[in-house]
């Protein structure tokens, strides 16, 4: 599953969802404590599992980072919505060039999502975060309030949009979360166009 984590990023690089630096994936197995996280600022197009960084969620839910690492700096977004993790959760940050569209266009991403059985049946569309700035803590915690992540470990959506800047999914490995990503992008695209026929 770790080197999952490169070919995911590479298909997103390769699908024009980020350019080479961006992007960023966290996993976290069943009842681990180990946080694995891409590092900030490497090349994404030829990340594999040495270069993943592995922090640590502690009993008392404090993160630690392995002195002389570098982790994404959305390591905190990354963090407040895999520490109550119950089960293996993968989540995943990338800049999906018609989902950001859209919201840029003005669209709502749950409406749009509510239009279409492709996406609705399998992926849980939520309210989009606010235009913060990356990096920022207030990015951070307005996306897991979205996705509505509970202290019990659950959580109400699969993805939200982050708008003028990305997305964010949580799947139960990085491919899952990548297909929440790729049905939202998709029908994005395709209303993209039948506005721009209209
Ligand atoms: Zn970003």
Redesign the pocket.
Known sequence: MITSIGDVMRKCYDKGW?TTR???VSLRRKDSKILYITPSGWRKTIIHPEHIVKCKILENKRLVTPEGCNPSG?LFMHYLIQKNAQSTRAVL???ATNIVAAMYAGFSLPEIASHFPEIYRYTRVGASVSSVP??SEELAIETSDNLGIKEDGSYDFDIVG?KN??VCAIGKNPWDAYEHIERLDHICEIVLKGTMIR
């Open positions: 980020i961006d992007g960023n959305e940050h990338v800049h990356a990096l982050q800047h990305g």
